[in-house]
T-cell receptor, first 118, second 109 residues
Framework: GAVVSQHPSRVICKSGTSVKIECRSL??????MFWYRQFPKQSLMLMAT?????????EQGVEKDKFLINHASLTLSTLTVTSAHPEDSSFYIC??????????????FGNGTRLTVT | GIQVEQSPPDLILQEGANSTLRCNFS?????LQWFHQNPWGQLINLFY???GTKQNGRLSATTVATERYSLLYISSSQTTDSGVYFC???????????FGAGTRLFVKA
């Protein structure tokens, strides 16, 4: 149980275009989902918290107009990288926690999306 | 916010060896997770361990919450254990999860 599906797994796009990444909780509902970014040989850095039915909460230094987050349902959150540039190339990973457990339950992660902007 | 330190940063083992990875954190936590990130980037949930000891095959973990550390034990290491091991703890009042810098493990055949 507790599967998080993330698509696409890999995407290459041209500079200036937008890319949408989907994150779905397959067998549980998640009021909140989290988006992380990971640069090569570094740890995971939290970008934003996606809240179902309301605005996302962004971490300091993350541009909300560049990284658009939509959490339309209890099982789906999307991250859109707008006007992508080569420096946005990174590994993006989403995660979710079963809403029934709230803070005291494990985080479950998708398999990540490797974005390359040329 | 909470600080998370992992040690060692890098570790090379001969297949069959045992190892202990450590995670120190600067504030009280009510949960802690250990993850293994394989070479393809997938994060595998190893343990959810707010306190006490858990075992799963060759892996076990112990968290001593009062002393603000957790240990991950790998016994009889295999090449497939290679990758990065992260511990993660809650921050921001328990809502967000923050990762340590990780321990990069390479197991030689």
């Amino acid at each position: 149980g507790a599967v998080v599906s993330q698509h696409p797994s890999r995407v290459i796009c041209k500079s200036g275009t937008s890319v949408k990444i989907e994150c779905r909780s397959l067998d549980f509902q998640a009021t909140t989902m989290f988006w992380y970014r990971q640069f090569p040989k570094q740890s995971l850095m939290l970008m934003a918290t996606s809240n179902e039915g309301s605005k996302a909460t962004y971490e300091q230094g993350v541009e909300k107009d560049k990284f658009l987050i939509n959490h339309a349902s209890l099982t789906l959150s999307t991250l859109t990288v707008t006007s992508a540039h080569p420096e946005d190339s990174s590994f993006y990973i989403c995660s979710a926690r079963d809403r029934r457990g709230e803070y005291n339950s494990p985080l479950h992660f998708g398999n990540g999306t490797r974005l390359t902007v040329t | 916010g909470i600080q998370v330190e992992q040690s060692p940063p890098d570790l090379i083992l001969q297949e069959g060896a045992n190892s202990t990875l450590r995670c120190n954190f600067s504030d009280s936590v009510n949960n802690l997770q250990w993850f293994h990130q394989n070479p393809w980037g997938q994060l595998i949930n190893l343990f959810y361990i707010p306190s006490g000891t858990k075992q799963n095959g060759r892996l076990s973990a112990t968290t001593v919450a009062t002393e603000r550390y957790s240990l991950l034990y790998i016994s009889s290491s295999q090449t497939t254990d290679s990758g990065v091991y992260f511990c993660a703890v809650p921050d921001g009042g328990g809502f967000k999860t923050i990762f340590g810098a990780g321990t990069r493990l390479f197991v030689k055949a």
